[in-house]
């Protein structure tokens, strides 16, 4: 049974280093929602809790047949705060807790009246899983020509429709202090040891095209623990995400980011094609949720998690 907006963590079949957290969403805890927002976000999100008790001011609109089986969605298996937390240590996803993507895609299902699955895994299995359709959406991902093949994107005139897009984001390259690393926007200078990102983003394969990707895969963690002893040039991660890490591994007298971005990106929630075909008109409806709520909420989410203590990153 659920209760207080917790999920409680279920088996995969055949997945032991995958986790599932089942979001059941039900009318008959509405109010338990209230006070999990006012009780976590103060009065600063009285808006949320207004948009949940009016029955959706973002979602007023909405009219559409809701899907009979839950929305699977896959994260990273990965500590990305404030944006995604990873697995949760204590087995449940709470609202407030759990990263802003988390939230987002919670109040956006919670407009629409749907259950979600939360899939935890490594970023190349979440899309491997996509692509087969045993999870129904990702998050978060950026659009290239050529993930067209594994997922299904809010597109406008044959690209990207960014106002559909649940955050906009900079890529840095983080370096050692003192270090010769330099990037104008086109090229580097000072590559001695290569630069990293993780497997499987496109900073990774931009980096394989420019010649100057490191030889060895690595974590963002361990990505920032050789910048520090001066074994790596570079790491390239999205802005907050970098220096919150920096925070969590004490390096912020060690490390500093190049201050031109090497990217400067959209993250989507893309659909399956399986999902799609079955639900066009309410994914797009679902996309137009989310990116309204991240207009509205955005901020303050984002403010309540940079408000709060690092934590150890493992």
Request: net charge negative; charged share 20%.
């Amino acid at each position: 049974m659920i209760s207080s907006a917790k999920r409680s963590i279920g088996g995969i079949e055949d997945k032991p280093m995958e986790c599932l957290l089942s979001n059941r969403i039900f009318s008959a805890v509405l109010i338990l929602w209230h006070r999990v927002v006012i009780r976590l976000f103060s009065y600063r999100l009285c808006l949320v809790g207004l948009v949940l008790s009016m029955g959706g001011v973002i979602g007023a609109s909405i009219a559409e047949e809701v899907p009979d089986s839950p929305f699977r969605v896959c994260f990273e298996m990965q500590n990305n705060m404030p944006f995604m937390q990873g697995v949760p240590e204590n087995g449940v996803v709470e609202l407030g807790k759990h990263g802003v993507l988390t939230d987002l895609l919670t109040l956006a299902a919670e407009q629409h009246d749907i259950e979600l699955d939360f899939y935890f895994m490594p970023w190349k299995r979440c899309i491997h899983q996509l692509r087969q359709g045993r999870v129904d959406g990702i998050i978060a991902a950026i659009w290239s020509v050529d993930r067209d093949s594994w997922g299904v994107f809010p597109l406008k005139e044959g690209s990207a429709d960014n106002e559909m897009a649940i955050w906009f984001v900079d890529y840095l390259i983080f370096t050692k202090a003192g270090s010769e690393l330099n990037w104008d926007g086109r090229s580097f200078v000072g590559v001695r040891h290569g630069i990293a990102a993780p497997l499987g983003y496109i900073a990774y394969k931009k980096l394989r095209e420019q010649g100057v990707l490191h030889n060895q895969n690595l974590s963002l963690t361990d990505g920032f623990t050789l910048l520090a002893l001066g074994r790596l040039d570079g790491y390239v991660v999205e802005e907050t995400i970098g220096r919150r890490l920096m925070v969590d591994l004490q390096l912020t007298d060690s490390l500093v980011s190049i201050k031109t971005p090497f990217m400067r990106e959209h993250w989507f929630m893309p659909v399956s094609h399986q999902w799609y075909k079955a639900h066009p008109e309410f994914s797009h409806q679902f996309w137009q949720t989310l990116s309204d709520i991240r207009n509205k909420q955005g901020k303050i989410l984002l403010d309540h998690y940079l408000e709060q203590p690092s934590e150890d990153t493992h």
